[in-house]
């Protein structure tokens, strides 16, 4: 079989020789002696028009064919200059390999992407979900590419593990016990020997503890894989499993951090944009008039910085366009960090040196003894996108603020024996997967960049 996609960049060696292509029923219509099938392969943007004929002795079998059918047409390949798409096939065989019943939801009409969630198995067959899973995974290949051609050793970090990374206690419990038969200590706690692990543990909410681990062996290391949060938070940039990429340098501070966040980030622009043209055009269309405008800006301009007291100072004179009231300490809100992306600055905007109290456990304290050394990337449109810091490497002052905020040291004696054997200055950050797709095709709910979404309430197929 060859593809859709492999006939158009072919086209010119294709072009009146047989062909066999197999797909899924878009259209169909029919006459008396031939009929139009509109076949969709999913290798490609573009569609393909089969002709056929009543001289096929299958020809009543193929003009009942419901749209989503599944059919393997071999024909010839012919221009058609006077229509919308170059060519079409002259079937001499179209084999039907399964029928789609009349109540196939996906029929010839645009449906709403409220409806399409409903249906996560069969959206990826519409346009847009053809676009944004295969612009997904040209991204995937692209931060890949991107670390891999600077050296960067790629890490898979645990998914389930004993420790709160960020502190914030949005876990997932992961349990073997019998939750209606809980086994109890002597004291009415939990007891979790019996457990599987012998001791509470969690899904991960990042792996940058034992990414830190990594680069303190190999110097540049990143991590690429799920993470998991309980968040309570049922917004369109909030899901409980999602992907983030998390490099982490040794020798390194917060400026060569925002440093590599900007050229992953461009590189990624300019990746898609060159590798999906017709996926990118397409989102330009239909989906964010601004996008390709926007992105080639990017390209063509240095992401600005802010602390995050000036960036208190310029949001507190717009306060009366806030629900929430900025101060300083106050946790930035989507509507504060896209009010500074897309009203004052219009492009990427990092934020640095946040207070300690609305930050990790792990981040680097500033002279000031009052703020870190963190920095968020918000882009317009969404908001945060990457979140990250130079790490606290020395080992006084993590134990101290570890003994400020009550954590228990135990469950972080490895990490604490980094700052023992070697420990060196390193920065790293964690870029949210999901909002840099949502970034790149203008898609505004992150349930739409996500196969099979996992949000409240939701963990549907
Ligand atoms: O800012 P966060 O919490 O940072 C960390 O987890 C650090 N350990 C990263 C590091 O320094 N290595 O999360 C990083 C990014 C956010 O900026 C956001 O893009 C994304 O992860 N993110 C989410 N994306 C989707 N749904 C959620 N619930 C998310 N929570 C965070
Ligand atoms: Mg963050």
Same mark, same amino acid.
Not at 16 to 34: A, M
Not at 103 to 132: G, W
Not at 422 to 428: K, L, N, T, V
């Given at each position: 079989?060859?593809?859709?996609?492999?006939?158009?960049?072919?086209?010119?060696? !294709?072009?009146?020789?047989?062909?066999?292509?197999? $797909?899924?029923?878009?259209? !169909?219509?029919?006459?008396?002696?031939?009929?139009?099938?509109?076949?969709?392969?999913?290798?490609?943007?573009?569609?393909?028009?089969?002709?056929?004929?009543?001289?096929?002795?299958?020809?009543?079998?193929?003009?009942?064919?419901?749209?989503?059918?599944?059919?393997?047409?071999? $024909?010839?390949?012919?221009?058609?200059?006077?229509?919308?798409?170059?060519?079409?096939?002259?079937?001499?065989?179209?084999?039907?390999? $399964?029928?789609?019943?009349?109540?196939?939801?996906?029929?010839?009409?645009?449906?709403?992407?409220?409806?399409?969630?409903?249906?996560?198995? !069969?959206?990826?067959?519409?346009?847009?979900?053809?676009?944004?899973?295969?612009?997904?995974?040209?991204?995937?290949?692209?931060?890949?590419?991107?670390?891999?051609?600077?050296?960067?050793?790629?890490?898979?970090?645990?998914?389930?593990?004993?420790?709160?990374?960020?502190?914030?206690?949005?876990?997932?419990?992961?349990?073997?016990?019998?939750?209606?038969?809980?086994?109890?200590?002597?004291?009415?706690?939990?007891?979790?020997?019996?457990?599987?692990?012998?001791?509470?543990?969690?899904?991960?909410?990042?792996?940058?503890?034992? /990414?830190?681990?990594?680069?303190?062996?190999?110097?540049?290391?990143?991590?690429?894989?799920?993470?998991?949060?309980?968040?309570?938070?049922?917004?369109?940039?909030?899901?409980?499993?999602?992907?983030?990429?998390?490099?982490?340098?040794?020798?390194?501070?917060?400026?060569?951090?925002?440093?590599?966040?900007?050229?992953?980030?461009?590189?990624?622009?300019?990746?898609?944009?060159?590798?999906?043209?017709?996926?990118?055009?397409?989102?330009?269309?239909?989906?964010?008039?601004?996008?390709?405008?926007?992105?080639?800006?990017?390209?063509?301009?240095?992401?600005?910085?802010?602390?995050?007291?000036?960036?208190?100072?310029?949001?507190?004179?717009?306060?009366?366009?806030?629900?929430?009231?900025?101060?300083?300490?106050?946790?930035?809100?989507?509507?504060?960090?896209?009010? !500074?992306?897309?009203?004052?600055?219009?492009?990427?905007?990092?934020?640095?040196?946040?207070?300690?109290?609305?930050?990790?456990?792990?981040?680097?304290?500033?002279?000031?003894?009052?703020?870190?050394?963190?920095?968020?990337?918000?882009?317009? /449109?969404? /908001?945060?996108?990457?979140? $990250?810091?130079?790490?606290?490497?020395?080992?006084?002052?993590?134990?101290?603020?570890?003994?400020?905020?009550?954590?228990?040291?135990?469950?972080?004696?490895?990490?604490?024996?980094?700052?023992?054997?070697?420990?060196?200055?390193?920065?790293?950050?964690?870029?949210?997967?999901?909002?840099?797709?949502?970034?790149?095709?203008?898609?505004?709910?992150?349930?739409?960049?996500?196969?099979?979404?996992?949000?409240?309430?939701?963990?549907?197929?």
């Amino acid at each position: 079989l060859i593809t859709v996609r492999e006939i158009y960049k072919k086209q010119d060696t !294709l072009l009146n020789s047989q062909v066999t292509i197999g $797909g899924w029923v878009r259209s !169909l219509r029919d006459s008396k002696s031939f009929g139009f099938i509109v076949l969709n392969d999913g290798s490609y943007f573009e569609t393909l028009q089969v002709v056929y004929h009543d001289t096929m002795e299958n020809f009543s079998e193929i003009s009942k064919l419901n749209v989503g059918a599944a059919v393997i047409v071999t $024909g010839t390949l012919v221009p058609t200059p006077d229509a919308k798409q170059p060519f079409e096939i002259q079937a001499t065989e179209v084999t039907v390999e $399964g029928t789609s019943s009349s109540d196939y939801p996906l029929q010839k009409k645009r449906h709403t992407f409220e409806y399409l969630r409903t249906i996560s198995h !069969l959206r990826p067959r519409t346009n847009t979900f053809q676009a944004v899973f295969r612009v997904r995974s040209l991204i995937a290949y692209a931060i890949h590419q991107f670390f891999q051609e600077r050296d960067f050793v790629y890490v898979h970090t645990p998914l389930i593990t004993g420790s709160d990374c960020e502190g914030a206690g949005e876990m997932f419990q992961v349990t073997t016990m019998d939750l209606n038969n809980i086994p109890k200590t002597e004291e009415g706690t939990i007891d979790f020997s019996q457990d599987f692990f012998g001791k509470p543990t969690n899904l991960t909410v990042s792996g940058q503890l034992n /990414g830190e681990s990594y680069a303190m062996a190999f110097r540049n290391i990143y991590t690429f894989g799920p993470t998991f949060r309980a968040e309570n938070s049922n917004t369109t940039r909030h899901a409980a499993e999602f992907w983030m990429i998390e490099p982490e340098m040794a020798f390194a501070d917060l400026n060569d951090n925002m440093a590599l966040a900007e050229s992953m980030l461009k590189y990624v622009i300019r990746y898609v944009l060159e590798h999906a043209p017709e996926e990118m055009n397409f989102f330009n269309q239909f989906v964010d008039k601004d996008l390709l405008n926007r992105l080639n800006h990017v390209l063509n301009s240095d992401f600005a910085h802010v602390t995050y007291t000036e960036a208190v100072e310029l949001l507190t004179k717009h306060n009366d366009e806030f629900d929430y009231k900025v101060f300083w300490g106050c946790d930035l809100q989507t509507e504060h960090e896209r009010y !500074l992306t897309e009203q004052l600055y219009k492009k990427p905007v990092f934020v640095t040196d946040y207070p300690k109290e609305i930050k990790a456990f792990y981040m680097k304290l500033n002279p000031d003894n009052k703020t870190v050394a963190a920095v968020d990337c918000l882009v317009p /449109g969404i /908001g945060e996108i990457i979140g $990250g810091s130079q790490r606290e490497d020395n080992y006084d002052k993590l134990v101290a603020r570890m003994d400020e905020l009550e954590l228990n040291k135990e469950d972080y004696d490895f990490y604490l024996d980094l700052r023992k054997y070697g420990s060196a200055r390193h920065a790293g950050f964690g870029l949210g997967f999901e909002r840099c797709v949502m970034y790149l095709t203008g898609m505004s709910n992150i349930r739409d960049v996500v196969p099979f979404p996992r949000t409240v309430n939701n963990c549907e197929l």
